[in-house]
């Protein structure tokens, strides 16, 4: 069974910094893709950072500049590093992983870890 285990949230003032990690573990054959989406009370959930097997990136254009997204694809981890934070930047961050494991093809999700900016 597949899980993503998140870590690295907390509370840190405007203008700070966190770096959050991601560890898939599991029978997992190949993960195409990893990536970081958020969801602040009462808002949809979205795309934050996204990063393919062969390091393509896509950010969100209000985080463009500002995180930065890495993978270490022999720990099956994806980091987020979150510089400049802002109190819009405060949400639930959950990782996701497209990967290829024994039950085929799946999208897996972390259970999410808070991120609080406090102005």
């Known amino acids: 069974q597949v899980q993503l285990v998140e870590s690295g949230g907390g ?3 405007a203008g700070g910094s966190l770096r ?4 898939a573990s599991g029978i997992i054959f190949r993960i195409n893709a990893m990536g970081w989406y958020r ?3 009462g808002k949809q959930r979205e795309l934050v950072a996204r990063i393919t097997t ?7 254009d209000s985080v463009k500049g500002r995180f930065t997204i ?4 022999a720990k099956n981890t994806v980091y987020l590093q979150m510089n400049s934070l802002k ?10 992983a497209v990967l ?3 039950t085929g093809r799946g999208d897996y999700w972390g259970q999410g870890t808070q ?3 406090s102005s």
């Open 11 to 13: 509370l840190v003032q």
């Open 20 to 23: 959050l990690s991601c560890v």
């Open 39 to 41: 969801q602040a009370p």
């Open 54 to 60: 062969g390091s393509g990136t896509n950010y969100a």
């Open 70 to 73: 890495s993978r270490d694809n």
């Open 87 to 96: 109190p819009e930047d405060t949400a639930v961050y959950y990782c996701n």
């Open 100 to 102: 290829l494991g024994l």
């Open 115 to 117: 991120v609080t900016v």
